[in-house]
């Protein structure tokens, strides 16, 4: 009887112990993950940034003798391009150039050389007939998150005693969303 005992007192200790053991406490809870986005575009295919460049007006090669000549600002794929996210409603406002003013008679802006100015304007349609005023600005419609082509068509006029040379100017281009 002793034996029978021990051998159950062994083996309800033993029990006891694995129950012990193999007894597991969970607790659960949860992991927060976010993420913040901003809105922001591309222009003509690159993240905007200052300093972006938003295509070039060329108004080609011409004698001194010219009249008008047309030109359209383009990027390097054509037409200037602009990306925004998605419910964000573009606008690019076109501010002033270096040489504003100083060719009054053949437009509100001016292309210089030196001391010598070939006067042009900015429009919105390519039949040059709606101004984009200096400071005036070129609204797009809201974004879908589609790309969107920006139009700006210039008008460049002549005038009698041009010498011959490059003519240039920078305007400055803000991009609003």
């Known amino acids: 009887m002793r034996v029978l005992k021990s051998t159950l007192g062994f083996s309800l200790l033993g029990l006891m112990l694995a129950g012990q053991v193999q007894a597991v406490t969970t607790v659960g809870g949860t992991v927060n993950a976010s993420l ?3 809105s922001s575009c591309l222009i003509n295919g690159v993240t905007g940034a200052e300093g972006a460049v938003f295509g070039a007006l060329d108004f080609g090669t011409e004698t001194t003798m010219f009249g008008t000549v047309n030109g359209q600002v383009l990027s390097g794929t054509g ?7 998605a419910g964000t409603t573009p606008a690019i406002t076109l501010g002033a150039g270096n040489h504003d003013g100083l060719a009054p008679a053949q437009g509100t802006r001016a292309l210089a050389s030196g001391s010598n100015y070939v006067g042009y304007d900015l429009y919105s349609d390519v039949g040059r007939t709606t101004p984009i005023a200096i400071g005036g600005n070129v609204t797009l419609p809201q974004s879908t998150g589609v790309e969107q082509t920006v139009n700006i068509y210039g008008k460049a006029t002549g005038k009698v005693g041009l010498p011959a040379g490059t003519y240039s100017d920078t305007i400055t281009v803000v991009l609003t969303f």
């Open 36 to 38: 913040v986005l901003t």
């Open 79 to 85: 037409a200037m391009k602009v990306l925004c996210s």
